[in-house]
Nanobody
Framework: QVQVVESGGGLVQPGGSLRLSCAAS????????MGWYRQAPGKQREWVAY???????NYADSVKGRFTISRDNAKKTVYLQMNSLKPEDTAVYYC????????????WGQGTQVTVSS
């Protein structure tokens, strides 16, 4: 299992930027594909991006070109750089394995709130 603690969320204006961090635990962290997910009020949780152990990335169409996922295996940390933020990006953001259930089953951290508003 990979346990995570998300941080870096906050209130930002449309067009602004924010960087989220995910501090992970687990001795085998470096071999897992890690992803970011988000859940807006009243909506289902959705996948945002993933990064493989080797650094290959992929993104949901809604964030492609605006968000960048990265990882530092030595620090067991995953990042999500969010640029050109839109109100539609408002959600609680979570970090987890990708796919989440493959390694972590039903586990989710507390997430970090991102609010994009004027």
């Amino acid at each position: 299992q990979v346990q995570v603690v998300e941080s870096g969320g906050g209130l930002v204006q449309p067009g602004g930027s924010l960087r989220l961090s995910c501090a992970a635990s687990g001795s085998r962290f470096s071999i897992y594909v890690m992803g970011w997910y988000r859940q807006a009020p009243g909506k289902q949780r959705e996948w945002v991006a993933y990064i493989t152990s080797g650094g290959t990335t992929n993104y949901a169409d809604s964030v492609k070109g605006r968000f960048t996922i990265s990882r530092d295996n030595a620090k067991k940390t995953v990042y999500l750089q969010m640029n050109s933020l839109k109100p539609e990006d408002t959600a609680v953001y979570y970090c987890n394995t990708y796919p989440s259930r493959a390694i972590n089953g039903d586990y989710w951290g507390q997430g970090t709130q991102v609010t994009v508003s004027s």
